[in-house]
C-alpha cells in the first residue's frame, strides 16, 4: 500500500515545494495538503496519513497545539510527525516540539538530504510498528489456539486414565505438536527483543515470550505429573556439579529478575561436596521451580539460595536447600493448599499471578522419590523460605573436568582485582575464584580500585561492575586505558542481561569501542562461564591488546540446518547469524544428504521427523558416504522431549541433542563443543 504524507502550511510555495521533495524521493506515495491546521484536523479524520509534515507558526492554530490533538486522540495517534519551523529554532522551541508529541523536528533552512533523511527514519518506523502489529495480531491468533489444545489435552487426559499406555503415545505427541510452533514462537520473540524497540513494544514482545514460557511449563508439568502419576518417573543416577545446577538454574530466571530489579545471591557452605551423583536433571527441575515462583511472587528485594547438608554414611549426602524470597507471603489458612494438583493460594478468577498449581506438587514427588522432603516457612507480606532436603551419592572432591593440571594452569597464583560496590557479589565471586588457586583482592568503589593502580597494584586481570555509584564500569575502563601502563590489563565487565536505557552504551562497547573489555559476563556470573573466560584471558600472549572474547569460534564453522519447517529455519538462521556462523539449509533428510555430498560440514542440525528421509536416516547416510576424519558434528534437533528421547538418539549415532523450542544457550553451546572438537582435528593434523 502507498505511503500517505499530509503537509500542512499556510504557505502553497513550501507545501509544493516540500511535495515535490517526497515525490522524488519516495515511490508509492500519496500527498495531501493542507493550509491551516484547522483544515489538517478535519482531513485526519477523513483520510488520515501515515506521516504527517507540519509547520509549527500558521495563523488560526499553531503546529503544537495540533500535534497535542493528534497524539491525545487514541485514533490518530499512531501518526507519525514531523515539525518543521523557520523561526522556532532554538532548543527550548525543539524541546516543546517534541513534547507535545512530535516524533522528529526539522529547523528552516535545512538541507533536502537531511529533511528526506529524516522523512526515511519515519518510514522505517512505521514500517516497523506495522510489522510488529501484524505479528502481534498472528500471535494473539496462535495464543488462542494454544490455549485450545490446552483445553483439549485435559480432555484427553481425563478421558485415558484407564489406559496409561495410549495416554503416554497421546501426550508425547501432542508434546512434539505443540513444541513445533512454540520453537517459532519462543524463538522469534527472543530475537525481536534483541533489536531496536521502543519501550512500549519492548514491553508488548516480553509478554509475549513470557507467556510462551508459561505454556511451555504448563505442557511440561502436565507430562511430568502424567509420570509420576503413572508410575513411569525414574531417576538416572550420573556424576553432576551443585554449582553447575545452581549456575543454570539462576540462568533461566534472571532475565525476569533483572526486569523486576531483583537481587539473586546463591551460597554454598564448607563442607558440602560439589560433585555428587543422581538425577541432575530432576534436581535441577526442583530448585528452576522453586525460582521461579520465587521471582513470580516477589516485586522487589532478593532471592537467595543457601544450600548445606550433612553426610549421612560414607557414600551419601543430604542434600539441604533453601530459597528465600522478599515477596508477598502465604496466609497461614491456605499453606495446606501449596502442594495439591491443580491448586492455586488464591483461586479466584482475578487472581493476579497463573499457573496451574503443579509446579509445588511436582517439586514435593520428586523430593520424596530421591529420599527426602519439602516443607515451607512463610508470613504474609514478609517473604516465604522453602526448605529442601533430597538424598545424593558423593564423589571424592576433584577438579572440574576442564580444568588442567595445577602445574599447567594459568590460573594458580594469578592476582585478581574484583570490583563491586556489593559486599556479597565480592565475596562469593573471591570464593569461587580462590578455589581455583587465584589470589583476590576486593574493591568497593572506582576511586579506590584507581587509587590502587596508580600505586602501583597491577592485578593479572580485573572483574569490573557495570552499575557502581560515582564512575559506572564503562568510565572506569575508559581511565584505565588513559595509562598506558595499563593498556593491556585485561577488564570483564559484569552486567545484567536485560540492559536498561541508560546501559545502552554497551552494545557499543561491544561493537565499536571493544578494546575496552577482553570479555563480558552476565550477572549471576555462572561459575563455568567464568572459568573459560579466565583461562581464555590468561592464556593468552603477554603481548596481545585485549580483544573482545570469542570461545566458540563460530565464524569459522560450516553449519547445515535440516530442517523440514520454514519458520524454524528461519529461527535457526536468525539465531546462528547472531552468534557468528554462516549456514546452509536442507528441506528434508534426502536433502540433507545431498548437501553433505558436495560440502564439508563441521555442524550438521538435524531435524529428526521430516519427510521423505527422517534425520536418523539422513545421518545414517552421511555418516556412511563421509571420508575418515571428515565425520561432522550430528546435533538432533526434535520436538520430541519425553524421557528417554535424548539416550535413544544418542544411541542412533548423534553426538548431541536440542529440544525444541530451540534456545540460544543451547546452541551456543553445541557449537562451542563442535569448535573445540574440530580445534582438535586440526591439531591432530
Known sequence: MPTRFLI????????????????????????????????????????????????????????????????????????????????MTNASSRISGLESGADSYICKPFEND????????????????????????????????????????????????????????????????????????????????????????????????????????VINDILDQTKIDSGKLTLEERPFRLDDILDDAFSMVKNQADYKGLRLVSNIADGVPLNVIGDS??????????????????ESGEIQVNVSGCRMDRSEF?????????????????????????????????????????????????????????????????????????????????????????????????????????????????????????????????????????DGYIPDLALVDMRMPGLDGIEFARLVREKKELRKLPLVLLSSADLSQSEQNIAAVEAGIGQLFSARLHKPVESSALFDVIISILRRKPDTTAEPADPVEAGSLRVLVAEDNQVNRKVAEYMLRRLGCTCDFAEDGRAAVAAARNNLYDLILMDVQMPHMDGIEAMQAIRNECAGGQTPFFVALTAHAMQGDREKYLAAGMDDYISKPVREKELSRVIEKCAAMTKEKVGDE
Open 8 to 87: 500542512v502550511d499556510d504557505l502553497e510555495e513550501n507545501r509544493k515545494l516540500l511535495g515535490e521533495l517526497i515525490r522524488r524521493r519516495f515511490k508509492n506515495t500519496v500527498i495531501d495538503e493542507a493550509d491551516s491546521g484547522s483544515v489538517a484536523l478535519r482531513r485526519i479524520q477523513t483520510h488520515p496519513p501515515d506521516i504527517l509534515v507540519l509547520d509549527v507558526l500558521m495563523p488560526d492554530m499553531d503546529g503544537f497545539e495540533v500535534c497535542n490533538r493528534i497524539k491525545s486522540d487514541p485514533n490518530t495517534s499512531s501518526i507519525l510527525v514531523m515539525m518543521v519551523s523557520a523561526y
Open 114 to 217: 537531511e529533511f528526506l533523511a529524516q522523512l526515511t527514519a519515519l518510514k522505517r518506523i512505521l514500517h516497523t510498528e506495522k510489522t510488529l502489529s501484524r505479528e502481534q495480531n498472528r500471535l494473539k491468533a496462535e495464543l488462542n489456539a494454544r490455549k485450545l489444545i490446552e483445553k483439549q489435552l485435559e480432555s484427553a487426559k481425563l478421558a485415558a486414565e484407564s489406559a496409561a499406555r495410549a495416554k503416554s503415545e497421546f501426550l508425547a505427541h501432542m508434546s512434539h505438536e505443540i513444541r513445533t510452533p512454540m520453537n517459532a514462537v519462543i524463538g522469534m520473540t527472543e530475537i525481536l527483543m534483541n533489536t531496536p524497540l521502543t519501550p512500549e513494544q519492548q514491553e508488548y514482545v516480553r509478554t509475549i515470550h513470557t507467556s510462551g514460557e508459561t505454556l511451555l511449563m
Open 281 to 298: 536433571i530432576r534436581f535441577k527441575q526442583i530448585v528452576s521451580n522453586l525460582l521461579s515462583n520465587a521471582v513470580k511472587f516477589t
Open 318 to 454: 543430604e542434600i539441604q536447600l533453601s530459597v528465600r524470597d522478599t515477596g508477598i507471603g502465604i496466609p497461614a489458612d491456605r499453606m495446606s493448599r501449596l502442594f495439591q494438583p491443580f491448586s492455586q493460594v488464591d483461586d479466584s478468577t482475578s487472581r493476579k499471578f497463573g499457573g496451574t498449581g503443579l509446579g509445588l506438587v511436582i517439586c514435593k514427588r520428586l523430593c520424596e522419590i530421591m529420599g527426602g522432603s519439602i516443607r515451607v516457612e512463610s508470613e504474609e507480606g514478609r517473604g516465604s523460605v522453602f526448605h529442601v532436603r533430597v538424598r545424593l551419592r558423593y564423589e571424592k572432591e576433584r577438579q572440574p573436568s576442564n580444568e588442567v593440571a595445577d602445574q599447567e594452569s594459568p590460573m594458580a597464583g594469578s592476582k585478581v582485582m574484583i570490583l563491586d560496590d556489593n559486599e556479597v557479589n565480592r565475596r562469593l565471586l573471591a570464593r569461587q575464584m580462590e578455589s581455583w588457586g587465584m589470589t583476590t583482592v576486593e574493591v568497593s568503589s572506582p576511586d579506590k580500585a584507581v587509587d590502587m593502580l596508580r
